[in-house]
Nanobody, 121 residues
Framework: VQLQASGGGVVQPGGSLRLSCATS????????MGWFRQSQGKNREFVAAISVSGASTHYADSVKGRFTISRDSTETSAHLQMNSLKPEDTAVYYC???????????????WGQGTLVTVSS
């Protein structure tokens, strides 16, 4: 499956952004979806994931309560709603897909190209 991430941009601290990950195949019942991010000079880190069924979600502690991962009703997209953004959220955000719900383990099979989020005043 091919993934295309979009929705990044520049936002002030406290603002919101909604990232989208368009897929080339239907994901319902087939793929778990995840978001990771990588800021300059740091390793890629887990952000959020949603299970194959969509019934389970998992978040990094740093984004819990601020970010929400979801699936689109068309079942060809996943989204990451990011609220109360902080400067430390600045990073390139990548979406990922895999038949296995790996959550934080970055061994997901399929990756999008990344979209840049900059939180700055």
């Amino acid at each position: 499956v091919q993934l295309q991430a979009s929705g990044g941009g520049v936002v002030q601290p406290g603002g919101s952004l909604r990232l989208s990950c368009a897929t080339s195949a239907r994901i319902r019942g087939k793929y778990a979806m995840g978001w990771f991010r990588q800021s300059q000079g740091k390793n890629r880190e887990f952000v959020a994931a949603i299970s194959v069924s969509g019934a389970s979600t998992h978040y990094a502690d740093s984004v819990k309560g601020r970010f929400t991962i979801s699936r689109d009703s068309t079942e060809t997209s996943a989204h990451l709603q990011m609220n109360s953004l902080k400067p430390e959220d600045t990073a390139v955000y990548y979406c990922a897909a895999d038949p296995i719900y790996y959550t934080e383990n970055p061994v997901w099979d399929y990756w999008g190209q990344g979209t840049l989020v900059t939180v700055s005043s």
